[in-house]
């Protein structure tokens, strides 16, 4: 089996200690050679700012292939496609495109009177420009909004018709549910790759929540496993192991890439890294 290629997503720091939590994270995981990285909005683009600044620095200052996420949240067209030039003027034309969150207060998604209405149009924009390679969203578990998972997975084909290069899913707990999530891919005719998004828990309690806004499925042995290891203190033994085990699988099943949720907490991505035989490049050059 050959070695996948792989990429991490962070978010943006919003204090100075964050700031030094993403550099460390940052430090800890480029030696693994990513393909590319990648930084998010906030909920309702609150960091949109931010997230340019750490966007722009990391390619600066790293070398990194960045990609940014953009959303249609809480702007207009004009102000969306400025914010994308200013990316592609710094180098930056890697970017994830995305409806985005509700902001905050808000229970749905609500277009700005002058934005775009959905991911679609946004991606179309995009697109027409020539300036970028744009990266998806996908549920395995389909969209909370989304009626059912034809109707998604219908959804995610217009997003890929309108100039999408990949998709990047939400994860998902076991390797069966991407498996059959890339066959009805294939199946609707997406021929663009699907790559499964991993989240290796740092934090039970919280994963639970998250798993619960998004509508990604927690199977009964995975909350009977972390209740036990809460116990015995043998969460991040168990996160590792359990990540790891997803990860063989999908690289048994075909898979080439996998992309790690880091939320800005490196080492139990490094380790699950280290464990599928992913280890930091050596230059040789610079070894005496």
Known sequence: MSQ??????????KSLAGSFRLWECVNTLAPLDPSFV???????????????????????????NVAAHLTCVDATKAETLAIAQSYAESGVTDLVALRGDAPKGADRFAAHPDGFGSSVELITALAETGNFNIRVGAYPEKH??????TADI???KRKIDAGATSAI?????????????RDACVKAGIDAPIIPGILPIENWSGAQKFASSCGTSVPQVVVDAFTHATRDGTTDLLATALATELCDDLLEGGVDHLHFYTLNRPELTRDVCHALGITPKVDLQNVA
């Open 144 to 149: 909370p909004d989304a009626v059912d998972q």
């Open 38 to 64: 990648s930084v998010t909005y906030g909920a309702g683009g609150t960091t949109r700012q931010l997230t340019h600044e750490a966007v722009t620095t990391l390619r600066a200052a790293k070398g990194l």
């Open 154 to 156: 219908a959804f995610l």
């Open 4 to 13: 996948p290629s792989i990429s991490f997503e962070f978010f943006p720091p």
């Open 169 to 181: 899913t939400q994860f998902f707990f076991e390797a069966e549910t991407f498996f059959r999530f």
